[in-house]
T-cell receptor, first 116, second 109 residues
């Protein structure tokens, strides 16, 4: 596997279910991100991990719980979701943030989540 | 705060030039970016410009930056069907990038 992979690619869940999204990067990066992509809305940054520590949490509801066990893996645990949480969830990785660098982010293909 | 705006749709004839516009709010951004998202895929960096530049050209792509108006544009010359995608403008802030909603470019024959 190369680049950034995400599983599953599609997920349908009921509002009472608990599920997890998985992201893995094979690029040797040490920063990882979760984004939410909804139609006609700006790409929404949810969480940022740098060197396995969370550095950003953009007021995301507690029904979304991230986990970063090591620099290559990132999870998003989901429980008691709402229909409006249906969206494409994208994972990305980059080198650690440093001034003077372009900090290119590499994205996975996303998980299409539907909440019934 | 950061707020990046761009138009949602652009339709262009094959062979013509496409121009995608974007406005941003953070005047301290050091880098501005254009990302491309093809169907079923994640975003991929297309090009970027450093804030002390006015223009950057890379083959068919031309990026123009107007810092006074906080306006960024991407011109694609000789647009091809493979250029059909969603194009995201982004600005660099502290520990993160702020993205717009994306412009869906449709290339018609």
């Amino acid at each position: 596997e190369t680049g950034v992979t995400q599983t599953p690619r599609h997920l349908v869940m009921g509002m009472t279910n608990k599920k997890s999204l998985k992201c893995e990067q094979h690029l040797g990066h040490n920063a990882m991100y979760w984004y939410k992509q909804s139609a006609k809305k700006p790409l929404e940054l949810m969480f940022v991990y740098s060197l396995e520590e969370r550095v950003e949490n953009n007021s995301v509801p507690s029904r979304f719980s991230p986990e970063c066990p090591n620099s290559s893996h990132l999870f998003l645990h989901l429980h008691t979701l709402q229909p409006e949480d249906s969206a494409l969830y994208l994972c990305a990785s980059s080198q650690d943030w440093a001034s003077g660098t372009i900090n290119e982010q590499f994205f996975g293909p996303g998980t299409r989540l539907t909440v019934l | 705060g950061e707020d990046v705006e761009q138009s949602l749709f652009l339709s262009v004839r094959e062979g013509d030039s496409s121009v995608i516009n974007c406005t941003y709010t953070d005047s301290s951004s050091t880098y501005l970016y254009w990302y491309k998202q093809e169907p079923g895929a994640g975003l991929q960096l297309l090009t970027y410009i450093f804030s002390n530049m006015d223009m950057k050209q890379d083959q068919r792509l031309t990026v123009l930056l107007n810092k006074k108006d906080k306006h960024l544009s991407l011109r694609i010359a000789d647009t091809q069907t493979g250029d059909s995608a969603i194009y995201f403008c982004a600005e660099r802030g502290d520990y993160k990038l702020s993205f717009g909603a994306g412009t869906t470019v449709t290339v018609r024959a």
